[in-house]
């Protein structure tokens, strides 16, 4: 294959993997309009469905070397908790309160928290653009909010549930930077099963200790949600982005990137009947900008 085939196919992967990734909030909002799903109960569809995937890729990647230690399995572990199961559970949360638009925006906030976060933790000052990106993205982020920070209980459950979104931006920013080093010793691709596969056990245990099996008697339609949820939405866009990554590079997979929080503003808009008011299309290009600000490196 010649260099350039081999590029058009990642950025192919990666248009794909972002499209898909971004259909996640969408199927949730639909989830939660076609019957009294919990998002206990949602949770657990979508992470016992995508298990065998992941299982089946861990089992393939076996004898893979090296060999992982005690250590490491506990980081992949904590790492699952806090970055698959701990960040979804959250969103799934948020996804009631706020729109699927502007979740997506506000969960784009993450590549800004490991910049934060390295610095807060590793020692790592941010240059000036990246100082000036962190201004521009959290203006967009105050206009976003303030075009629906209102008085009464509809405003107060939205700041709440932008809350949550924003928690789980935090948790999956943690689980960046703290797995950064293990992901170069052990591949992206035995990472991610292995650390998705443990990150299923909390979900199953949260799912039988507080709902009872009848949550699942739910309607055809929720299970086919949860069923793209799973897949087209958790696994696939997982595996096709780690192999865009490996082929374009991460400075251009971060341009396509943007794509998913627009892709879900319109999306959203037009097929949820969602609002997205010209104030809050200026904070999302304020936020994407800043975003791509961080994310992009100078040539």
Known sequence: MSAAAYRAWGIAFAVAGTLAFSLRPILIKLSYAAAPVSPVALLFLRMALSLPFFVAVAWWLRNEKPALTAREWGAIAALGFIGYYGASFLDFIGLQYVGAGVGRLILYLYPTLVLLISFLFLHRPPTRRQLAALVITYAGVALILSSQARAGAEGKLFMLGALFVFASSLFYATYLVAGGELVKRIGSMRFTAYSMAVAT??????????????????????????????????????????????????????????????????????????????VQAIGGALVIFGVLLVSVRRS
């Open 201 to 278: 056990l909390p979900a199953v245990a949260q799912f039988f200790a507080i709902e009872p099996i009848s949550a699942l008697d739910l309607p055809g339609k929720v299970w086919l949600y949860a069923v793209l949820l799973a897949t087209f939405t958790t696994v696939l866009p997982l595996f096709i982005q780690a192999e865009a990554l490996r082929r374009i590079g991460a400075p251009e997979f971060a341009l396509i990137g943007a794509l998913g929080p627009v892709s879900v503003a319109i999306t959203s808009a037009l097929g949820l009947d969602e609002r997205f008011t010209a």
